[in-house]
C-alpha cells in the first residue's frame, strides 16, 4: 500500500472519529432549538465520552470475557469499514476490499458484537434488547443488500469506490428512478441500523420501548465510551456513505492533497446540513410502535427492490 | 342514414325526459319511441343482412350485421322494459309521493343508459365503444342504488367499483391492440396514420404481432369478461342486478352483459386471425368452464328469485363464452341467437319479478307460494319463463343451446358438453325445485296466518299491459325458436363477422 | 438524452407515490401522494411532448396535470372531510406482507409486460411495466382495503397506472379518445363520491366491512 493510501486511511479514521461526536453534538442542539430549550453544548458529547473514559468499569459477577470484547469488536469492525470506504477519497485505500457486500457484512459483525454484549450481563432489559434488535436488524439486512445491488447495477460494481465515482462522472445516474430509490431505502435502513428515531428513540430509557438502550444498560465506564463512540461512528459512517451516493460532488478523485484538504471540508459542511435536517426530522416524529417498525422497513425492502428492477431495466 | 335515425330517437328520448317531469304520459311516450326505434333497428338489420355495412358520420359509425343483431336485441329488450318501467315506476310514486325528482332521475339514466348501448354497438373505433361501455356503468350506478337502501348502496358500489376495474383492464387490452398496429408486421407505423376501427384492424390482424395481441387479448376478456358477468370478477353481478328496479335489472341482465360479450366477440375476430383460433378458444373455455361451476355451486342456495335469476345470468354467459369458444360459424349464429333468447326470456323474468314484487310485496323464493293459484297469468308467465330459460323446446335457448353444444362436440369439445349438460342438470333441478315451490306449493298449511297479516298488498292487480306485453316476448322467443327463418339469414350473416 | 432521464425519474416516482400509499395508514397522507402521483404523470406527458415535440401530448399532460393532480385528489378529499375516520387502520392484509405483495406485483409486471415484443428495446416503452405494477398495486388497495375513501384511491391509482401505461406506450391516442377517457374517469370518480358520502351517512364511518348484506 502507497503512502498515500495509508495516510488517507488514516485521515478518514481521525474525520470520522473528530466528526461523529461533533455531530452528535449539533444534533442535540438543533433539537433543543427546535423544541425552545437552550440545550448542552454543542462539545457536550466529546465531555460526556471524557468523562466516561475516566469512570471506572462495573462489571455484573454473571458476565463473561464477551462483555469486554464485544465493544473492542465493535470499533474495531467501525474503524475497518471506516478505512476501506471511500469517505474523503475514491483513490487507491484498501483498494478494491471497498466491496459493499464486505462493508454491510463486517457492519453486521458489529451489531451481532453489540446483541451478545446485551444479553452477555442475562438482565432482562439486556435481553429484550437484543431481541427487538436482532428482529430489526434481520428485517433492514434484506433491505440493506438489495439496495446494495441495485446501486452496483449502474456502476456494474460493488465496489463503493468505483459506485461513488461513477456517480461523480455520470451526473446523469443520481437521478435515475433507480438511484433515487435506492437512496431511500438506504435512508430508512440507516435509521433502523443507527437506532434512530422514528425506529428508536436514543434519548429515552423507557422499558416498554427502548431498543439500542436496553442492551447497553449494563456496560459502565470505558466499555460504554466505547460501544457509544463507536456507535456514533457508525452512524456518521453511513451518513458519510449515504452523502458521498447521493450528493457526490467535492469527494477527492485525484489524490491530490489539496483536494483531499477541501474534500474533508465539503464532507463536513455536508454532514453538518444532513444532521441538522435529521434532527429537525425527528423532533416532528414520534417513535413508531415497536409492530410497526417491520412495515417500515419492508417499505424499505419494497423500494430497493425497485430499485434494482428499474436498474435494470432502464 | 338508419343508424343516424337510431341514435336520433335514443337522443331524443334522453332529451324528452330530461326536459319533462316523469308523469305516466311521458312515461307511455317514452315506451312509444322505445318501440319506434325497435321497428327501425328491423330495418337496419333487413337493410344490413341484404346489402354491405352501412357507415355514418365520417365513419364514426358503422353497422354491419353483427351491430345491427345487438341493435335489435337492445331495442328489443328496452322495449319491453319501458313498457314495464310505467307500471313500475306509478307503483313507486303511490308508495312513495316525495319521489318526483328520483323518478325524473331514473328516467334520464335509463334513456342515457339505452343510449349508451346503441353507441357501443354502432360506433366503429374499438376505443370509442369502450368509452361507451365504461359510460354504460356510470349511469347505471345510480340506477342500482335507486332504492337507495343499505343493500342498495353496497350493491352499487361494488358494481361500480369492479366495473371500473374490470372495463380498465380491457382499456389496456384496447391500447396494446393498438400499440401492435403501430408495429404492423414488424415496421414502425406513425401512430396518427392508424384509425381504431373494426374494419382496419380486422385488414391488419395478420401483420399483428401475435405475442402482443396474446396479452391484449387475455386482457379484454379479463376486463369485458367482468362487465359481462363471467368469472373471476363476476361477484358484482347477482347483487347489482338483484338491487336494481325490475326495469333496469331485464336490462343489464338482458343487453348490457351480452354487449360486453359483443365487444369480445370483435376482439376474437381479430385474434383468431392474427393467432389462429386456438387461443382464443382455450380462453374462453377457461373463462366459461370456471364461471360455469361458480354459476352452478352459488346458484344451488339461493333463496331469492332475483338473485337466483342474477346466477342464472352468469350460467348462461358462460355458455355463450363456450359457443364462442367452439369458434365455427354455425357456433357463433347459435351464440348470437342465445344472446338474444337470453335476453328477452331474462327480462321478462326479472320484470314479472319485479310484478310479483309489486303485488306480492316481496320475492324470496320461501315466501312466495302458489303463485299460479293466486295469480294465475303471472304465474304462467313465470313458469313459461323458467321453462325457457331451462331452455326447453319450444323456445329459442332450446335450439341454440342444443346448436351450440353440437358445434363444441363437431369442434372436438365433447368433453366441455359433457361438463356443461351434468352442470345444466344441476341447476335444471334446482330451478324446478324453486319454481315448484312458488308456483304451485299449497297454501293451505302451516303458514295460512301470513297471508292474512298482508292483506292489503293482495288487492293489487296484476297490470294487464304488462302481462300482455310480457307473453308478448314469451311468444316471440318461442316463435323464433320454432322457425328461426326470420332471423337465419341475419344470423349467420352476422356470424361470418366473426368467424370471417 | 436528458429528457429521456426526465421521462424515467418520473415513472419511477409515479410508482414510488403507488407504493407510498398503500404503505401510509393516514388518509391524508394517501391522498397527498395520490396527487403528487397524478403530477409525476402529468410530467411524463410534458417531457414526452417536449421529446417528440408533439402537441397534443402537452394538452393530454396538462389535462392530466388538472385532474389527476387536482380535481381527483380534492374530490376524495371532501369525502375525507365529510367523515370520522382519520386512518385505515385495518386493511385485510397487514401493511408488512402488502408491501412483499408489491414488491412481488413489481416483479411480475417486470416480468410480463416487460418482456413483450417491442417493449424492451425501446428507450420509452420500456417503461410500461413501471404502469402496470402501477396498476396491480391500486388494484391490491381497492381489494385489501375495506375504508371507502381508501378503496377510491385504490381504484384512482389503477387507473393511474392505465394512463401511465397508454403515455408511455402510445405516443397518442386521437384526442377524442383521450378526452372521452378522461371524462369517463371523471364522472366515475364523482359518482363515487357522491356513493361515498352517501355510504358515510348510512354506515358507520363508512366501513365497508360492515356491508355484510349481500354476500353468498
Known amino acids: 500500500m502507497s503512502l498515500f493510501g495509508s495516510v488517507t486511511s488514516l485521515l478518514q479514521i481521525l474525520f470520522v472519529l473528530l466528526m461523529a461526536p461533533l455531530l452528535n453534538g449539533i444534533m442535540l442542539k438543533v433539537k433543543s432549538r427546535a423544541e425552545r430549550r437552550v440545550g448542552p453544548p454543542i462539545l457536550q458529547t466529546f465531555y460526556d465520552l471524557r468523562k466516561l473514559f475516566k469512570k471506572e468499569t462495573l462489571r455484573s459477577n454473571n458476565s463473561t470475557f464477551i462483555f469486554t470484547l464485544a465493544p473492542l469488536i465493535l470499533i474495531s469492525s467501525t474503524v475497518v469499514v471506516i478505512v476501506v470506504s471511500p469517505i474523503i477519497t475514491t483513490g487507491e485505500l484498501f483498494n478494491g476490499s471497498g466491496d459493499l457486500f464486505a462493508i454491510v457484512f463486517i457492519l453486521l459483525i458489529g451489531s451481532m458484537s453489540i446483541a451478545l454484549l446485551g444479553l452477555d450481563a442475562a438482565t432482562a432489559f439486556g435481553g429484550m434488547g437484543s431481541s427487538r ?30 459506485i461513488v465515482l461513477g456517480n461523480v462522472h455520470h451526473v446523469s445516474w443520481l437521478l435515475s428512478p433507480s438511484h433515487i430509490l435506492a437512496i431511500s431505502a438506504l435512508l430508512i435502513v440507516i435509521f433502523a441500523e443507527a437506532g434512530r428515531l422514528p425506529v428508536d428513540n436514543p434519548a429515552t430509557h423507557l422499558e416498554l420501548t427502548m431498543i439500542y438502550e436496553a442492551m447497553i444498560l449494563e456496560s459502565s465506564g470505558e466499555n460504554l465510551a466505547l460501544v457509544k463512540l463507536s456507535e456514533f461512528m457508525r452512524f456518521t459512517f453511513l451518513l458519510c456513505i449515504a452523502s458521498n451516493l447521493f450528493f457526490p460532488f467535492g469527494i ?26 435529521i434532527a429537525l426530522f425527528e423532533t416532528t416524529q414520534a417513535k413508531l410502535r415497536l409492530f410497526r417498525v417491520p412495515e417500515l422497513l419492508a417499505g424499505a425492502f419494497v423500494l430497493a427492490i425497485l430499485a434494482t428492477i428499474s436498474g435494470i431495466v432502464v | 342514414m338508419l343508424i343516424d335515425i337510431l341514435l336520433l330517437i335514443s337522443l331524443f328520448s334522453v332529451a324528452l325526459s330530461l326536459l319533462f317531469k316523469w308523469t305516466k304520459t311521458i312515461g307511455i311516450i317514452l315506451s312509444i319511441i322505445n318501440i319506434i326505434g325497435l ?11 341484404h346489402g354491405r355495412p352501412i357507415c355514418s358520420f365520417d365513419s364514426t359509425f358503422y353497422a354491419d350485421s353483427l351491430s345491427a343483431f345487438m341493435t335489435l336485441v337492445i331495442e328489443l329488450i328496452s322495449a319491453l322494459s319501458s313498457v314495464f318501467a310505467v307500471r313500475y315506476l306509478v307503483n313507486e310514486l303511490r308508495m312513495q309521493k316525495d319521489l318526483k325528482v328520483k323518478i325524473s332521475r331514473y328516467v334520464v339514466l335509463t334513456q342515457l343508459f339505452i343510449f349508451a348501448m346503441l353507441m357501443a354497438v354502432l360506433v366503429s373505433s374499438v376505443a370509442l365503444m369502450w368509452i361507451a361501455i365504461e359510460a354504460t356503468t356510470i349511469v347505471t350506478t345510480f340506477l342500482v342504488g335507486f332504492k337507495s337502501n343499505r343493500k342498495a348502496l353496497e350493491a352499487s358500489w361494488k358494481y361500480i367499483t369492479i366495473c371500473s376495474v374490470g372495463v380498465g383492464l380491457a382499456f389496456i387490452g384496447t391500447i396494446f391492440f393498438y400499440f401492435a398496429e403501430t408495429h404492423l ?3 414502425v407505423v406513425a401512430a396518427n396514420s392508424i384509425s381504431l376501427d373494426w374494419v382496419s384492424l380486422m385488414h391488419n390482424a395478420k401483420g399483428l404481432n401475435p405475442q402482443l395481441i396474446k396479452f391484449a387479448f387475455g386482457l379484454i376478456v379479463l376486463g369485458y369478461g367482468t362487465k359481462a358477468g363471467l368469472a373471476p370478477l363476476h361477484s358484482w353481478l347477482p347483487d347489482a342486478h338483484s338491487q336494481a328496479p325490475a326495469p333496469i335489472s331485464a336490462l343489464m341482465s338482458g343487453v348490457l352483459i351480452s354487449v360486453s360479450f359483443y365487444a369480445i366477440l370483435r376482439f376474437k375476430a381479430i385474434t383468431d386471425i392474427a393467432l389462429g383460433r386456438w387461443f382464443s378458444q382455450d380462453l374462453l373455455l377457461i373463462v366459461g368452464l370456471l364461471s360455469l361451476f361458480l354459476a352452478t355451486s352459488l346458484l344451488i342456495s339461493q333463496k331469492e328469485v332475483k338473485r337466483m335469476l342474477a346466477y342464472h345470468s352468469i350460467e348462461h354467459m358462460a355458455l355463450i363464452a363456450l359457443g364462442a369458444a367452439a369458434g365455427t360459424q354455425l357456433a357463433v349464429a347459435a351464440v348470437l341467437l342465445h344472446i338474444l333468447g337470453h335476453g328477452l326470456v331474462k327480462a321478462i323474468l326479472f320484470l314479472v319479478t319485479g310484478e310479483v314484487a309489486i303485488t306480492e310485496g316481496t320475492t324470496e323464493i320461501s315466501k312466495l307460494k302458489s303463485l299460479l293459484n293466486l295469480r294465475p297469468i303471472l304465474g304462467g308467465i313465470f313458469g313459461m319463463g323458467m321453462l325457457a330459460l331451462l331452455g326447453l323446446p319450444p323456445f329459442s335457448l332450446f335450439i341454440s343451446e342444443f346448436t351450440m353444444m353440437k358445434s363444441e362436440a363437431a369442434v372436438g369439445l365433447g368433453w366441455v358438453v359433457a361438463i356443461t349438460l351434468v352442470l345444466m342438470a344441476v341447476i335444471f ?72 | ?39 409525476a404523470l402529468s410530467a411524463i406527458g410534458i417531457t414526452e411532448a417536449i421529446n417528440k415535440s408533439n402537441y397534443g401530448l402537452g394538452q393530454v399532460g396538462l389535462e392530466t396535470l388538472i385532474l389527476k393532480g387536482f380535481v381527483f385528489p380534492f374530490l376524495i378529499f371532501k369525502v375525507y372531510k365529510n367523515s370520522s375516520s382519520k386512518r385505515d387502520l385495518q386493511p385485510l392484509i397487514n401493511t408488512t406482507a402488502s408491501m412483499v405483495y408489491a414488491s412481488v406485483f413489481i416483479a411480475i409486471s417486470f416480468v410480463s409486460v416487460g418482456r413483450l415484443p417491442y417493449i424492451s428495446g425501446n428507450p420509452v416503452f420500456k417503461l410500461a411495466p413501471f404502469g402496470f405494477a402501477v396498476l ?19 381504484l384512482i391509482v389503477f387507473e393511474n397506472g392505465i394512463s401511465l401505461i397508454s403515455l408511455l406506450v402510445l405516443s397518442q391516442l386521437p384526442l377524442l379518445v383521450e378526452f372521452g377517457e378522461s371524462f369517463d374517469l371523471l364522472l366515475v370518480v364523482v359518482v363515487l363520491r357522491v356513493l361515498a358520502t352517501t355510504i358515510h351517512n348510512e354506515f358507520l364511518k363508512g366501513d365497508l366491512a360492515e356491508m355484510k348484506g349481500l354476500h353468498d
Open chain 1, 133 to 162: 434488535a436482532a428482529t430489526i436488524t434481520s428485517l433492514s439486512e434484506p433491505a440493506l443488500l438489495v439496495s446494495v445491488i441495485a446501486l452496483s447495477v449502474q456502476a456494474k460494481s460493488t465496489n463503493l469506490s468505483v
Open chain 1, 252 to 277: 477527492d478523485s485525484t489524490k491530490s492533497w489539496i483536494f483531499i484538504g477541501i474534500s474533508c471540508i465539503l464532507l463536513a459542511i455536508k454532514l453538518i446540513f444532513i444532521v441538522g435536517l
Open chain 2, 39 to 49: 321497428l327501425f333497428s328491423i330495418a337496419l338489420a333487413y337493410k344490413v343482412t
Open chain 2, 185 to 187: 408486421n414488424g415496421h
Open chain 2, 429 to 500: 333441478a334446482v330451478v324446478i325445485n324453486h319454481s315448484r315451490h312458488i308456483l304451485l306449493k299449497n297454501n293451505e298449511g302451516e303458514n295460512s296466518d301470513s297471508q292474512l297479516a298482508a292483506p292489503s298488498k293482495r288487492k293489487l292487480k296484476t297490470s294487464k299491459i304488462t302481462s300482455v306485453s310480457l307473453i308478448v316476448g314469451l311468444v316471440i322467443s318461442a316463435f323464433i325458436g320454432i322457425i328461426s327463418v326470420p332471423l337465419q339469414g341475419l344470423l349467420l350473416s352476422a356470424a361470418k363477422v366473426i368467424t370471417g
Open chain 3, 1 to 39: 438524452m436528458q429528457l429521456y432521464q426526465a421521462t424515467y425519474l418520473s415513472a419511477g416516482c409515479a410508482l414510488l407515490f403507488s407504493v407510498i400509499i398503500l404503505w401510509r395508514k393516514e388518509i391524508k397522507a394517501m391522498i397527498y401522494s395520490l396527487a403528487l402521483q397524478g403530477i
Open chain 3, 136 to 154: 396491480l398495486i391500486g388494484l391490491f388497495i381497492l381489494i385489501t382495503r375495506r375504508q371507502v375513501i381508501s378503496q377510491m384511491v385504490g
